[in-house]
């Protein structure tokens, strides 16, 4: 097991690439490669592929090694579903005057820009089991948000849109377009699943 010193930021920096959709759906994940890029050994980059195969944000296959799942049109619609049912909680929290909104900014594209979004609405109901949930859900939305654009064309404006009402604290009205955010994907999910195995 590595040291957490070495683990932690390890660990932290491929979950965020996770989150932020850097690798296609079914891309295999070689340590040896990621080791250099973060510019450490390979058993810290191992234990931390382990560690994020246990949270569903990679999986693990005798003789394919590491890769980031590629889902069906079933789960994926599941997956979007989910992520949608923990966002109306957190919503339902924060209009309860549960928690601060705080938005990050700065993003590069879609992809990025709703995982911070939402990770942030996450991470301002002062609920660390709800924030984790939302996490997790956005890292494995993450490589379906990158292709989004593909039949969504104003899915950047969109998600602008929600960050604005988000930012006035005028969360009745962002509940409404979450809800018409994810029921589009909903319906794309068939399209995102095929375009992502054609990657």
């Not at 890769?67 to 923990?86: K, R, Y």
């Not at 996490?135 to 993450?142: I, K, T």
Request: include cysteine; aromatic fraction near 6%; charge should be negative.
């Amino acid at each position: 097991m590595s040291p957490a010193h070495v683990l932690e930021p390890t660990y932290d920096a491929l979950r965020r690439r996770l989150i932020a959709g850097a690798w296609p759906a079914g891309q295999r994940l070689e340590a040896g490669k990621l080791a250099q890029d973060l510019a450490v050994s390979m058993t810290p980059v191992r234990d931390s592929l382990n560690r994020l195969t246990g949270e569903r944000l990679v999986r693990a296959s005798a003789g394919e090694g590491f890769q980031v799942p590629l889902l069906d049109a079933t789960e994926l619609v599941a997956l979007i579903d989910w992520h949608q049912m923990l966002l109306e909680l957190a919503l339902r929290a924060l209009e309860a005057g549960n928690g601060t909104f705080d938005m990050p900014h700065g993003h590069n594209g879609v992809a990025e820009h709703s995982a911070i979004l939402f990770g942030a609405i996450a991470a301002s109901c002062d609920n660390p089991e709800l924030d984790w949930a939302i996490g997790n859900a956005a890292a494995r939305l993450g490589p379906y948000r990158r292709i989004e654009e593909m039949f969504l064309a104003d899915a950047s404006a969109e998600i602008s849109r929600i960050e604005t009402l988000a930012r006035a604290g005028s969360w009745e009205a962002m509940s409404h377009l979450v809800q018409h955010y994810h029921e589009r994907r909903h319906r794309l999910a068939p399209q995102l699943a095929h375009a992502a195995r054609e990657r």
